[in-house]
């Protein structure tokens, strides 16, 4: 039986992982709202780098990046990846977790990007489910999609994530994601300790509940850091509930527009700043860029600056 975590400051492990810090990670854009959802929305490179370096002032030691051309629509140019990186190093040390995401099978764009940009962190859907939105005052759907990720197209992700020295991100909206994890650590192509981002809230995936959280959470492996990803409402009760349970947090204008008292949030460094602040409420601390590269595993990339960190 697994030991339950307790937050008395001490480490959780050997490698001195200590339960009361929080890695607070920011979705900056995500792919599919545009501007006429929510004005705050970055599309060009600069843009992003600008939003990055608010979630990193308010907090963040990370953010979660899609690239988009400078209309808004969705690409997988590696060419714009590595513009956007180059902004963003310019302005602050923030750790950089790029989407691989895509419909397609065809992933050489995105396994382009993972050789050639280097991210610290790359996004993994881990399965594949039923993506949809559904409006109850229409009694429609807003989209309905398969959202198609085989072991195959997971493999060639991982295997460029491996050669560019990138951690994944499990991205898990269900249960049998998460347990589908092992055949490919079994492979050796997922080396332990892993992360996982468990989504909820999304229409073919796991509900918002904290039952959903606990679920997860036990059958990840043990020794796994996970974080937790509320969509749309109900998002900050859920980011309290990873804070109780010992989880990591991801806010961002990917996820939710809306601040907790219902006013359209007016860049990501608002929302970071709730993040951060329900971290401390807690008792916990957000983690500083040094400290996440420390608890993630992840390889320091030379951002100027890194060894200082977010804002704590």
Request: charge should be negative.
């Amino acid at each position: 039986m697994r030991e339950k975590p307790t937050f008395t400051g001490e480490p959780r492990d050997p490698n001195g992982r200590d339960p009361d810090i929080c890695v607070v990670t920011c979705a900056l854009s995500g792919v599919l709202a545009g501007r006429k959802q929510c004005p705050a929305i970055p599309y060009t490179p600069v843009e992003i780098a600008e939003e990055a370096k608010r979630a990193y002032d308010a907090g963040a030691a990370a953010v979660h990046i899609h690239a988009r051309n400078d209309d808004g629509s969705p690409t997988f140019s590696p060419a714009v990846f590595a513009r956007i990186k180059d902004e963003v190093r310019q302005r602050c040390p923030v750790i950089l977790n790029f989407s691989t995401g895509t419909l397609l099978d065809d992933v050489s764009e995105q396994c382009a990007t993972l050789r050639e940009s280097r991210p610290e962190i790359a996004a993994l859907n881990m399965g594949t489910m039923n993506y949809s939105k559904y409006s109850r005052a229409r009694k429609t759907f807003d989209f309905d999609m398969v959202f198609p990720n085989t072991y195959a197209k997971i493999s060639k992700l991982l295997n460029a994530m491996n050669e560019a020295g990138t951690k994944p991100e499990l991205e898990c909206f269900d249960t049998g994601h998460t347990q589908g994890t092992w055949p490919l650590v079994d492979m050796g192509l997922l080396k332990p300790p892993l992360q996982f981002s468990f989504i909820v809230n999304v229409l073919g995936g796991i509900p918002a509940h904290v039952e959903s959280l606990q679920l997860q959470t036990r059958i990840m492996p043990p020794g796994s850091e996970w974080e937790v990803i509320g969509i749309s409402h109900g998002q900050w009760r859920m980011l309290a509930a990873a804070l109780v349970l010992g989880g990591n947090v991801r806010c961002g204008l990917e996820d939710h527009f809306y601040l907790p008292s219902g006013e359209m949030a007016r860049s990501n460094g608002e929302l970071c700043e709730v993040a951060v602040r329900m971290v401390r409420d807690v008792g916990r601390r957000p983690a500083t860029v040094e400290e996440t590269r420390q608890i993630l595993g992840l390889r320091d990339d030379g951002a100027p600056g890194a060894a200082g960190g977010a804002a704590s």
